[in-house]
């Protein structure tokens, strides 16, 4: 936030000065004296002043008001009288756009009370428009403004509004000789067209970014930058399209770039045109959103040692970043690492620690309603994978059927459809349901995402289907496509996964050579990984394997190893059950239930809202 104090030539009266000086001192007091640096402001117009300082002091109070006190009500007031006076008033722009732009965000910031919401946000959609047509010939304010409005309409989920508002800024940026803002402006409306799924709009949009930031010659800082959301995108396309081997390359250059502008220091001069005076994210955040990434693809390719470690090394930066920054992007952030870590630790084993980390989740979610309203879908997810894990299918599957009715995204509904067909498939008596899921994640046609990744898995869900069926063959098939498609992009767990069940068929054919072909690297890639569900299976069929081929000694290491792992999971599942967070999986509608909720509410800050 802006200094209360504001020295302008024309605002040279001393009670004025004098004033503004009193309420910048106890505004920045330690502790913030709050109370009194309104009063202080609050003064001045007991002094009956000109226009000028009349709508300054306005915005003063309705800034302070809003960013340090509950008194919305009165904040937003003083704000109204802002932006209605500086409309008088010439040439003052500074306050009469500021008051424009923090009314708005006040206006969506009140979007918790229910009653008043849809006239708060449709205030704050015409104030923005009204703003940005009189700015014009304020390049920093219009850019400002047309980025605001456009993320209004994002979190409205109307994107080709939001779309169409960012090229306008890229196409005005360009005309005032802004080329940093305009590639600003075209990534962030590839971001929106990739949330979109309009591919083909994407791509020449990053061709162009690409070209741009490469030959601009400017700030450090600000082309690393650039380059970072550039790469970013470029690593997130890929990661969509389950391509975790061809995405390599980018991902690299993204951890290049990351160090680099890391050792570059700030520059303290400010850019000379004003259009330029915007930076897309601060060095420390995108630090965190590159660990992010990383988390991503480590953890779709089976690399869960590497998830665990960059897990860790970011939230321990978001809660650095937290005690002095509540920014509600690093809640996001910080949901996201929660989602990936909690898959992790389920792969490894570990659900109690899954099943706390899933409670932390839904609460931080709790605490931050538009988050948990995109992300609950996510959560039942989580909630369903783990219900699989300790072998609760009734709450597995309606854990899934409440994820799937609250979600509309394409990938995520994918998957879980993909993991309620193998619910279904162990269940063995929803035959109807079980193909009618089928049919529509059918890989050989028709399949309703481009994600490489996901037409694998449904490869494998095909063939797992057909094997609890005995159709030895068919099953065979859709698992060698599986493998064809796993190698090719690295996915270990679906190798492993594929090659353990491959394994299991031919010792049902009496094929115990081959059956050993299949499963020795199933086990060596479960144990590098680790996935321990896919161990114990591999170290049961060596057992078996080893005992019919009349191998007493490695039969009797691999009953070993499958008894070790049998105990481990025991231990495991019997510790997750006893929690009292056990329950949510019997949560299946409204919010996150009261009684699994800590005293004090998760261990993040959650001062600032979403």
């Not at 955040?285 to 960059?310: D, F, I, N, P, R």
């Not at 989602?339 to 979610?365: F, P």
Request: charged letters at 15%; aromatic letters at 8%.
């Amino acid at each position: 936030m802006a200094t209360v104090v504001a020295v302008v030539p024309q605002y040279n009266e001393a009670w004025y000065l004098s004033l503004l000086g009193f309420a910048e001192n106890f505004r920045t007091a330690s502790p913030p004296k709050i109370k009194l640096c309104v009063h202080c402001l609050q003064a001045i117009f007991q002094f009956k002043p000109g226009p000028r300082i009349e709508a300054r002091t306005h915005l003063q109070l309705g800034s302070v008001l809003y960013h340090h006190t509950k008194n919305i009500e009165l904040a937003r007031s003083h704000l109204e009288q802002a932006w209605l006076q500086s409309q008088q008033i010439p040439s003052f722009e500074d306050v009469k756009f500021e008051a424009a732009s923090l009314l708005a965000e006040l206006y969506c910031q009140q979007e918790t009370n229910r009653t008043t919401t849809l006239n708060l946000v449709d205030s704050a959609k015409p104030l923005l428009r009204k703003a940005i047509q009189i700015s014009q010939q304020t390049p920093y304010w219009h850019c400002r403004l047309l980025f605001q409005l456009a993320q209004l309409h994002t979190l409205e989920k109307d994107l080709i509004s939001a779309s169409d508002l960012l090229g306008v800024g890229a196409e005005y940026a360009r005309v005032v000789g802004s080329e940093y803002t305009r590639v600003l402006f075209l990534l962030s409306k590839a971001l929106l067209l990739l949330m979109e799924r309009k591919l083909q709009e994407v791509h020449p949009i990053l061709s162009l970014c690409g070209t741009l930031v490469e030959g601009w010659q400017g700030n450090p800082i600000q082309k690393e930058s650039l380059r970072i959301f550039f790469l970013v995108l470029q690593v997130t396309h890929y990661l969509d399209a389950g391509q975790m081997k061809s995405v390599k390359p980018c991902l690299k250059q993204l951890q290049q770039s990351i160090q680099t502008i890391s050792t570059l220091h700030d520059d303290e001069i400010l850019p000379s045109n004003p259009a330029d005076l915007f930076h897309w994210l601060p060095k420390e955040h995108m630090c965190v959103l590159v660990y992010l990434v990383t988390v991503m693809h480590s953890m779709q390719a089976g690399y869960l040692e590497k998830t665990q470690k960059y897990t860790d090394k970011a939230l321990m930066q978001i809660e650095k970043l937290k005690i002095l920054d509540p920014s509600p992007i690093l809640s996001s952030f910080q949901v996201m690492l929660l989602e990936h870590i909690i898959m992790c630790r389920l792969v490894t084993g570990h659900k109690a620690l899954a099943l706390q980390e899933i409670s932390q989740a839904c609460q931080l979610c709790q605490h931050l309603p538009r988050l948990f309203s995109t992300h609950a879908a996510q959560l039942h997810t989580l909630l369903g994978l783990y219900s699989v894990s300790v072998n609760c299918m009734d709450s597995a599957e309606a854990q899934f059927t409440t994820a799937l009715r609250l979600t509309t995204h394409q990938e995520l509904w994918t998957y879980i459809v993909t993991n309620l067909a193998s619910v279904y498939i162990r269940e063995g008596n929803r035959h109807q349901d079980l193909y009618t899921l089928l049919e529509r994640i059918n890989p050989d046609h028709n399949f309703p995402v481009s994600s490489h990744c996901l037409r694998a898995a449904a490869f494998y869900i095909r063939g797992l289907l057909s094997f609890f069926q005995g159709r030895y063959n068919e099953a065979k098939r859709f698992l060698r496509e599986t493998l064809k498609m796993s190698n090719a992009e690295d996915l270990n767990r679906l190798t492993a996964c594929s090659l353990v069940l491959l394994g299991h068929i031919f010792y049902s054919l009496g094929n115990h050579r081959e059956s050993n072909n299949m499963v020795v690297p199933a086990m060596q890639l479960a144990s590098k990984i680790p996935d321990v569900s896919v161990q114990l299976w591999s170290s049961a069929l060596l057992r078996d394997l080893n005992k019919a081929c009349g191998n007493t000694m490695e039969a009797h290491e691999a009953a070993q190893m499958h008894q070790n792992f049998s105990q481990q999971l025991l231990r495991d599942h019997i510790e997750a059950c006893s929690m009292p967070e056990h329950n949510l999986i019997n949560w299946t509608e409204g919010q996150f239930p009261v009684q699994y909720q800590t005293q004090n509410g998760p261990t993040t800050s959650l001062s600032s809202l979403l």
